[in-house]
């Protein structure tokens, strides 16, 4: 595998860059200040759309079914299509795709306020993520391209946290537009976004192709990966509800598998292989590829029951439950940049192993918080977890990118997000089925120790399913004097199942930190920019 690789010196002739702003054009502060503005527009969407997911059901008069496609739609588009988009980008430059994925996001954001019925709604967030993909592998890209070595992990550090930002501040906005205007703005607000990022594109990016790079399109590899992914994240999404040991769920399981294999082999021997397989050769590469996708299993996969308890437990409006998660976003706004210094200085690996063993002892935190837990301790383990996961996303991002040779960036940019999409979904799938594991287990016992009336073994399912998202299971024709007994039951049980996910993501996170130590400074960091002027 070559290890190092040269860059183009100067920006193609015929897009000549104006001579006020040649100071601008092309600058790597200018430039992560872009892909910034546009990478805030998808890591947004990806918490912003649950909060108006009630609100769209209701008025387009559809079922949770479809609402669920509404977030598995974009989900599934978005993993399958990055290392293809990343691929892309290192074949036709990240800054065209960049600047397609923004303004095709941006349109079909627009398209989505317009629709309506739930199928077009479904429809255009396919391809929100299909555009998603295509400018966030591209983002990373650029600013590998742009940024020397010793300044590339503070830029990945404000990337870092922009994303982690906007992802947790997604409930907040969307609670706010949701409340106080109308769920089509939602959607509505990518477009002024969008248009900002493209403008800011136009202007101060440029484009950096690597020599040696890809010249041609393994379009069998693309169609056996993305059917992998397709049939992977489909079976995760989709398994608590066929059963994880349903025949559908295994199947598509089974379809993952031999189609990863088949990938495997058929990248053997073509002359461009989508992802030359030599790239995981390097252990650093690896690790960081694994522990991306155990960070996120963890961490989506816990914060996944944080809104239900907020909401569901304490009676908190999404607008309230969202400034609940203002401490662990505020410590990701803090440290990110501040965990970009300390790897350039003393290299990935002692900050990675801190960030997973403090995230880990945030969530065994998280584990022994009951149905009174007050505000502030759990603030301190969200603030807890926030540090913890600034070095992570900062370091892995590193490790991965640059561990690949530059004429890969897009796709180890590409490979670097598609596994925080299989860890988050991995850890929604897997504690979820432990949550609703342990309701089945607990719900039965505490239900006859409130001294309720026994439930037939159909409404136990029934009452199960609704104490999983933390709900209680009344009607409007329960008697006002076993409301409260109900209310108990079903919250002690939810708290239990809750201490139980967040116990198992801890475990999670104990093992990404053991992973961690396998990382090490990116033997191809030096073939970014090299000596940009910054």
Same mark, same amino acid.
């Given at each position: 595998m070559t290890s190092q690789t040269t860059i183009d010196k100067a920006p193609p002739p015929q897009d000549p860059a104006p001579a006020q702003a040649k100071g601008l054009r092309g600058h790597p502060w200018a430039t992560l200040f872009?892909?910034?503005?546009?990478?805030?527009?998808?890591?947004?969407?990806?918490?912003?759309?649950?909060i108006a997911n009630p609100a769209i059901a209701k008025d387009l008069g559809t079922s949770m079914a479809g609402v669920q496609w509404i977030t598995n739609g974009y989900l599934l588009a978005l993993a399958v299509a990055l290392i293809t988009a990343g691929k892309l980008g290192d074949r036709f430059g990240h800054r065209q795709t960049f600047l397609i994925g923004v303004a095709g996001f941006a349109l079909a954001s627009g398209a989505i306020g317009f629709?309506?019925?739930?199928?077009?709604?479904?429809?255009?967030?396919?391809?929100?993520?299909?555009?998603g993909a295509l400018l966030m592998p591209a983002a990373l890209g650029l600013l590998r391209a742009t940024f020397p070595a010793e300044k590339l992990n503070m830029a990945i550090g404000i990337w870092g946290m922009v994303i982690g930002a906007s992802t947790a501040g997604g409930p907040i906005v969307g609670g706010l537009l949701v409340e106080h205007v109308n769920w089509q703005s939602v959607f509505f607000i990518n477009v002024p976004v969008g248009v900002i990022a493209?403008?800011?594109?136009?202007?101060?990016?440029v484009d950096h192709r690597a020599e040696n790079a890809p010249k041609s399109f393994d379009i069998p590899g693309i169609l056996l990966l993305s059917g992998g992914m397709f049939a992977l994240i489909l079976a995760l999404i989709k398994g608590s509800e066929w059963g994880w040991g349903g025949t559908?769920?295994?199947?598509?399981?089974?379809?993952?598998?031999?189609?990863?294999?088949?990938?495997?082999?058929?990248?053997?021997?073509?002359k461009e292989p989508l992802i030359p397989l030599g790239m995981f050769k390097s252990v650093p590469l690896s690790a960081g590829t694994v522990l991306m996708v155990l960070m996120a299993f963890a961490f989506m996969g816990g914060l996944f029951f944080v809104t239900f308890y907020l909401q569901n437990v304490h009676g908190m409006s999404p607008v309230d439950s969202g400034l609940h998660l203002l401490p662990l976003t505020a410590m990701m706004i803090v440290s990110s940049p501040l965990a970009g210094v300390l790897i350039t200085k003393f290299g990935p690996r002692v900050p990675l192993v801190g960030g997973m063993v403090f995230t880990a002892v945030a969530m065994f935190g998280m584990s022994t918080m009951t149905t009174d837990t007050g505000t502030l301790p759990m603030s301190i383990w969200l603030g807890l977890l926030g540090l913890g996961l600034a070095p992570v996303m900062v370091g892995a991002t590193e490790v991965i990118v640059g561990n690949a040779p530059l004429e890969l960036s897009g796709v180890a940019g590409g490979l670097q997000q598609a596994a925080m999409q299989v860890g988050g979904a991995l850890g929604t799938a897997v504690l979820?089925?432990?949550?609703?594991?342990?309701?089945?287990?607990?719900? *039965?016992?505490?239900?006859?120790?409130?001294?309720? *009336?026994?439930?037939? *073994?159909?409404?136990?399912?029934?009452?199960?399913?609704?104490i999983e998202m933390g709900g209680a299971p009344v009607t409007k024709d329960t008697p006002p004097q076993a409301v409260e007994a109900i209310t108990s039951v079903a919250h002690d049980t939810f708290v239990s199942g809750m201490g139980l996910a967040f116990t198992v993501a801890g475990a999670v996170a104990v093992v990404a930190a053991l992973v961690a130590t396998l990382t090490k400074r990116g033997e191809n960091a030096e073939a970014g920019a090299g000596g940009a002027h910054i």
């Open positions: 872009t892909v910034a503005v546009g990478v805030m527009m998808v890591a947004l969407d990806g918490t912003i759309v649950a629709s309506e019925n739930v199928s077009l709604v479904v429809a255009f967030r396919v391809l929100q993520g299909l555009f493209l403008v800011l594109g136009l202007v101060f990016l559908r769920t295994l199947l598509f399981l089974a379809a993952a598998v031999v189609l990863f294999v088949l990938f495997a082999f058929w990248e053997t021997k073509v979820g089925a432990v949550m609703a594991a342990r309701v089945d287990t607990d719900l *039965p016992a505490n239900w006859a120790g409130a001294k309720l *009336p026994p439930l037939t *073994p159909e409404q136990l399912d029934g009452a199960s399913a609704v």
